[in-house]
C-alpha cells in the first residue's frame, strides 16, 4: 500500500468508529444479557451500505480509471476499508455474544450471533443488488476482486 492509501483509510477509520460510538451513546447495552442494539444495527447498517457502496464504486470504475486515477484508487479504500471498517465491529459483536452466554442468555446470545452472520452477508447482497439497479452493474467484480 502507498502512504495516501494508509492515509485515507486511517482517517476513514477514525470517522467510522466515531460514529459507531455515537450509535453506542444513543442506544446503550442495559445489561450484559440485554440485546445490544448498538452494535447489532451498525453491523446491518454497514453490510446494506458496504453492498450498495461496491455496487457504486464498481460502476464508476472504468471512468474514474480514465479520468480520476487517484479516486479510482482511493475511493474503495478509504469508505470501504476505512469508514466501514472503523464503523462496523466484530470484536464488539463477539464480546457481547460471550457476555450473554456468561450471563445466562445463551439461547439469546445464539440469535444473536445467527442473525447478525446470515443478515449480514444477505443484506451485503441487497446492497449490491441496489446499486446494481439504480447506477448499473460495472465491469469490475467484487467477487473477482476481495482486495477492500
Known sequence: MRADEVAVVAVGGLL??????????????AGPADWPWATY???????????????????????????????????RPALASGFLGGFTTFSTFSVESVRMVTAGAGGQAAVYAFSSVVLGVALVAVGRLAAEATWGMGAHSVILDEDL
Open 16 to 29: 467510522g468508529a466515531l460514529a459507531r460510538a455515537s450509535i453506542s451513546v444513543a442506544l446503550p447495552q
Open 41 to 75: 444495527l451498525t453491523n446491518l447498517i454497514g453490510c446494506v451500505v458496504l453492498g450498495a457502496l461496491l455496487g457504486w464504486i464498481d460502476s464508476r470504475r472504468e471512468v474514474w480509471r480514465s479520468t480520476s486515477p487517484r479516486r479510482d484508487r482511493l475511493v
